[in-house]
């Protein structure tokens, strides 16, 4: 088979027509009209010489081999949609270098300005020498910093800003 010729949204049709075992409700689920999904599994019926789903009054039986194919397709499924998640971060568990310019995390209680509960942050200050400064946005970009903690007047496109804590003051 020519995998670089292989349309691996047919892999969706077809993980959606197992289990929903109806075109109609395949194509509802996968946001595809009726004719645009029976026209994918025409197309991944002749690239897998198949069949694959026998129309019946009670809707689209698998085949043997669309049996044989289901399991581990759904697993590839799911292991490439983990893959493309962006991460999700736990403070809890993570061991990051996080760039503190103002020297926050070092006053405060390790981890507390980087969203609570970090046990194992490891904060250093990054200060240029020229400057007094330190261009943050360029080493985020660069992957040096996974997060910049301090005061900045503007943010670089393609980055976020976050308010990480609150200034409490007794007047």
């Known amino acids: 088979m020519n995998w670089r010729a292989f349309d691996l949204n047919l892999l969706v049709v077809f993980d959606g027509l197992f289990r ?20 994918a599994l025409n197309r ?3 690239l897998l010489k198949d069949q694959l789903f026998i129309r019946t009054p009670g809707g689209m039986v698998p085949t043997p081999r669309a049996e044989q194919l289901a399991r581990p397709l759904r697993h590839a499924l799911a292991q490439m949609e983990q893959a493309l998640e962006p991460e999700t971060f736990v403070p809890a568990q993570t061991n990051r ?3 503190d310019r103002d020297q926050q995390l070092r006053r405060d209680r390790p981890g507390r300005a980087a969203g609570g509960g970090c046990p194992r942050p490891r904060p250093r200050a990054a200060r240029s020498p020229a400057s007094g400064t330190l261009d943050v946005f360029d080493r985020l970009d660069r992957g040096e910093l996974d997060i910049g903690i301090g005061t900045f007047d503007t943010v670089a496109s393609g980055s976020r800003a976050q308010p990480c804590w609150k200034i409490i003051s007794s007047r």
């Open 97 to 99: 270098r996080f760039f």
């Open 44 to 46: 991944l019926r002749y």
């Open 20 to 39: 929903e075992a109806s075109v109609t409700r395949a194509g509802k689920r996968l946001g595809m009209s009726q004719p645009a999904l029976s026209h």
